[in-house]
């Protein structure tokens, strides 16, 4: 496996859900996810997560990527689309399928939660522990999701910013939902196959989704694709000290002020905040051509 240091390639993405406009918080893993491709001399992309129908706003993807424009966070290639996708995620669930990996699944969501007795805390697109109801069948009934079978030993592996993790997904979830029982392809199915697809090698986000990445990495081994390295970055809170995240009224950032955006998101990750506004930037850059303007003069004066 490559270590951050010594790669061979460097691909990462930013891969928002477009829930509504970028805030403070999302911006924080933009930035995060985008640097970390610059400091690897990468490539960086950006990916539309819209595979969630009914919770995308219409018209949130083209602002989060004016967003980006306006924050000087380029990509290198064009976004894509996971709703112009879903064709390799059936072809990723229909070889789930035929290996006897994944299982239609007839429980609703209060067939679980009843028979769930503790009360879980959910993180991001955690669930409810499947207690594997409908693993040896679906008893006459009809397959509302699909579900991936996740017997086996405890996922570990180390991420760059939290450090050692493991966990037994098995224990944690149980088997986990691939195909939705509104025929929404799950996150979990569609990342890491777009993931793969794209060739990302390194993907940096944020803590919220760090309880995800054990899922992710049982879905990378079932169906042969390799593991990118994972970075998550620490969340951003909120006055109240929850986390920041369009649920909870974050406001979009301000793109009429994208160096306080920028300033905030940096030093949010531990990184000097630089001084000024758009005035001092124009200072700066226009004395720095100042001198450069001067020495060329000179240069020109001596030959
Ligand atoms: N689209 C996901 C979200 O906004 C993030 C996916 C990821 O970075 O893996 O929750």
């Not at 064709?87 to 609703?108: E, K, M, Q």
């Not at 990302?200 to 879905?219: C, E, F, K, M, Y």
Request: aromatic share 6%; with cysteine; proline share 5%.
């Amino acid at each position: 496996m490559q270590s951050a240091d010594n790669f061979l390639h460097y691909r990462g993405r930013f891969a928002p859900s477009p829930t509504g406009p970028l805030h403070a918080g999302s911006l924080v893993a933009a930035l995060a996810s985008w640097l970390d491709a610059r400091a690897h001399g990468g490539q960086w992309l950006v990916r539309i997560e819209d595979v969630d129908t009914p919770r995308t706003v219409h018209g949130a993807d083209r602002v989060i990527l004016s967003q980006l424009e306006a924050c000087g966070l380029h990509a290198d290639a064009p976004p894509v689309w996971q709703s112009a996708r879903t064709g390799l995620y059936r072809a990723a669930l229909d070889s789930l399928v035929a290996g006897a990996l994944a299982y239609p699944c007839a429980c609703s969501r209060k067939d679980i939660e009843n028979a769930n007795t503790a009360h879980v805390l959910r993180p991001r697109h955690a669930e409810l522990r499947y207690p594997g109801t409908c693993r040896h069948g679906l008893h006459g009934k009809a397959a509302r999701a699909w579900r991936l079978r996740t017997e086996g030993a405890a996922i570990s592996w180390q991420d760059r910013a939290a450090g050692p993790q493991t966990q037994d997904v098995d224990d944690a979830v149980g088997d986990f939902v691939l195909l939705r029982a509104d025929g929404c392809f799950a996150y979990q199915l569609a990342v890491v196959v777009d993931d793969a697809d794209q060739g990302i090698s390194h993907v940096v986000r944020g803590a919220d989704l760090l309880d995800n990445t054990a899922r992710q990495i049982q879905l990378q081994r079932c169906l042969q694709l390799p593991t990118p390295q994972y970075l998550h970055t620490p969340l951003v809170l909120g006055a109240n000290g929850e986390k920041l995240s369009k649920q909870n009224g974050a406001q979009a950032i301000d793109t009429n002020e994208p160096l306080h955006a920028l300033n905030q998101a940096a030093t949010a990750l531990g990184l000097p905040a630089q001084p000024g506004g758009i005035d001092h930037a124009l200072a700066v850059w226009t004395a720095a051509w100042a001198s450069a303007w001067a020495g060329a003069e000179r240069q020109a004066r001596a030959t």
